[in-house]
């Protein structure tokens, strides 16, 4: 078998193992390496900037709608969680602990950072006394680390990178306006930034973000019909504000204890983008946070190579300039056919190759990964269609992805039918849920699937519950998870 076949060769079919072929795809990609820490991996130089691009866009949003980036101690005393119970219990099963420092050992264990509202709450009741304090707005990007029982790189690890945003507000409008804007932000990012289309909602109590009194997400469909929760948003009450003392004076000099909210997205992200876009030849990449945009190949006989590089060079000068991620490969001992496959396989948005005949008539051949399609263009227009394509191929990611959540997305009436649509097929189950934790938990415990969330927007309004027959309290999204 020639070289240029090898690297679909060591993917595993999605259709045969889909596991099998996330694991193939990310390590094939050299994205990560396993670190010597159970449940830890080492991003290697394409997945940390597929997430410094993710970081840069966020970032910009954030600062946008006023927030700050802040830094708090990744360390935190036992005593602070025991001031939320819910959030002890909620945390507890996945909190390392540290016990001994310089050789002795400590008054107080410390946990290494789970999440940040504890710290944050602390700081908060120093920092805040008046309603002229706020709203105060922080964000606050990190690493934090939950001991998970069963590990998947990138979707589920015991150390990954975040970012957490907390906020303190005079009342309940203000902090909800807040919780509702910043699930806005994650869903726009999603499917403007990533491609990846989401379904808005509300968690049910069981699944709400521990001490929190609302929890919101926005969950996408791998290509397997799994869900991820690709981000969350929490309107948290006062519960914190009463726990750690967080009050104001209000306009009328009385003291209030302040409304608070969090919010987050993780490398997760990185995790989805792959299950939500890869095929059986690797990576497909979003063009808007592809560490690579468009990898540029020169052909042709040794003869003719100089002059070509030479062209190759000034086409990607141009393309540079224009804010293009791009790069060139002239490397000599590879065929052009084995090159075409690599960055194939890693998912590179666009592909262009120049050589002695394309010199001649003054064009440039643009290769898309998402279609295969070639496009012939004049070297003079190459800046715009090189712009044009990336866009084309963003909006037909999303078309396709969300072309297979709609085709693997059902209307159920009963645990039955949804129990027979899980054992042929893959996908969300849309019910309706009378509310009880008891017919909540038998669907998890019959099929394995969890409430993923309430949705804002249903296609239809279920009038009976899936599994009691009941009158429905809540039209529920259902489905298996990571």
Known sequence: ?????????????????????YLDVIKKADLMSYSPVRGCIVFKPDSYEIWENIQRELDFKFKETGHRNAYFPLFIPESFFEKEKNHIEGFNPELPW???AGGEKLEERLAIRPTSETMIGHMYAEWINSYRDLPLLINQWANVVRWEKRTQPFLRTSEFLWQEGHTAHEDEQDARRETMQMLEIYREFAEDFLAIPVILGQK?????FAGAVDTFSIEAMMKDGKAVQAGTSHYLGTNFAVAFDIKYLDRENQHQFA????????????????????????LVIPPKVAPTQAIMIPIGPPKSRDQVISRVNELYAELKKAGVRVKVDDRADQSPGWKFNEYEMRGVPIRLELGPRDM???????????SGEKKIVAQSDLVQEVENLLAEIHQQMYDKAKQFRDDNYISVDSLDEFKAFLETKRGFALAGWCGSDACEAQVKEETGATSRNIPFTPSVQKQVCLVCGETSAHTVVFGRSY
């Open 360 to 370: 001649e008539n003054g064009q440039i051949v643009l290769v898309s990964r998402v």
């Open 98 to 100: 540290v016990t001994e």
């Open 204 to 208: 049910t109590p069981s699944e709400k």
């Open 259 to 282: 409304h608070t909210t969090s919010w987050g997205v993780s490398t997760r992200l990185i995790g989805a983008l792959i299950m939500v876009h890869g095929d059986d030849r690797g």
């Open 1 to 21: 078998m020639s070289n240029e076949k090898q690297f679909v060769k060591e993917i595993t079919p999605q259709g045969e193992d889909f596991s099998r072929w």
